[in-house]
């Protein structure tokens, strides 16, 4: 197989500095919302960059489910790789990719916990399926089979078979608080447009053209 074949040109809309809101917030919703009308599966998915004790970085796709000025929201099991990690280093990245735009965003930034309560009032919005699923697996641990997380599925419908099912308590959310944003429009002959937002020593933002 020739990988070296496998390329496109990138035909994406020039990106100038005229096009940039002042803040990075609001320009990552105008491109999120232009996602959402575009792409058809998973736009809020993005890839969670950690870090571990050891040094070693680890990444994997992660769903966005809201975000503010306050910063980028997602759920996970407490117990998971990923929030040891955070909880060890709460310094992460975040990438968004949306092929079909030819549009990148990195964020980076520090995640810490959401609140007991606003991580319960998400998960009640769940389907049961996915509820229930939360209770079940025991993320990022060794399991010998599937059959014995079938068991523990069968064991967990039974449990909540009647009524609500509870928020487990090692479940939950992490906001991440951002420092920097880079957007990255695809273009012609790999010669990018790429657009940094940078806090200065006051706190304000600072654009600044970087090289594709």
């Known amino acids: 197989m020739n990988i070296f074949a496998l390329r496109r040109e990138y035909e994406g809309r020039a990106l100038g500095r005229a096009d940039l809101h ?3 917030l609001v320009q990552f919703e105008r491109w999120f919302a232009e996602a959402c009308r575009h792409i058809e599966l998973d736009p809020n998915a993005m890839a969670l960059a950690t870090v571990g004790p050891d040094g070693r ?68 919005t769940r389907p049961r399926g996915s509820q229930l699923g939360a209770w079940v697996s025991q993320q990022s641990s060794v ?20 009524g609500q099912i509870p928020l487990p308590s090692f479940w939950g959310g992490y906001r ?16 990018h447009d790429r657009f940094r937002y940078r806090r200065d020593e006051a706190g304000a933002w600072v654009i600044e053209r970087l090289q594709p």
């Not at 089979?145 to 079938?150: G, K, N, T, V």
């Not at 608080?177 to 790999?190: C, V």
């Open 176 to 191: 991440v608080h951002p420092a920097q944003f880079e957007f990255w429009q695809g273009r012609e002959n790999r010669l």
């Open 57 to 124: 970085p680890a990444c994997r796709m992660v769903l966005l489910k809201s975000f503010d000025a306050n910063g980028f929201v997602f759920f996970t099991n407490l117990e998971s790789r990923k929030a040891r990690e955070m909880t060890q280093n709460p310094n992460v990245a975040l990438l968004f990719c949306w092929l079909p735009l030819s549009r990148q965003v990195t964020i980076e930034g520090r995640a810490e916990r959401v609140s007991t309560a606003e991580a319960a009032a998400y998960f009640m």
């Open 22 to 24: 002042p803040d990075p």
């Open 143 to 162: 399991i010998s089979s599937r059959a014995l997380l079938m068991a523990k599925w069968e064991e967990m419908k039974r449990r909540f078979a009647d």
